[in-house]
């Protein structure tokens, strides 16, 4: 059954590829469960995908629109600086 189950795993390149392309979201359920299990067992497709993860979040927070009462104190303090330096 092991081996089996070896068989259909991707490989370190394919999970690669599907995880810096489409995402998991895009594979059919039976693929979606072998690379999962992939990532469970392989520390370097493990840690790939999380960096991934992280990149992602932090393009979401960078590309989000600043809420302008957090924006006003900054703005007031860049400009104090300015002033009297």
């Not at 840690?47 to 302008?68: D, G, S, V």
Request: hydrophobic content about 45%; some cysteine; overall charge positive.
């Amino acid at each position: 059954m092991m081996r089996l189950m070896m068989a259909l795993m991707p490989s370190c390149r394919e999970l690669k590829e599907v995880l810096a392309g489409e995402g998991l979201a895009s594979l059919p359920w039976h693929r979606r469960m072998t690379a999962k299990m992939h990532l469970s067992r392989c520390e370097l497709c493990g840690r790939f995908a999380r960096q991934l993860e992280r990149i992602a979040e932090a393009l979401r927070l960078a590309w989000t629109k600043p809420n302008e009462a957090d924006v006003a104190p900054l703005k007031q303090r860049i400009v104090a600086r300015l002033r009297n330096p």
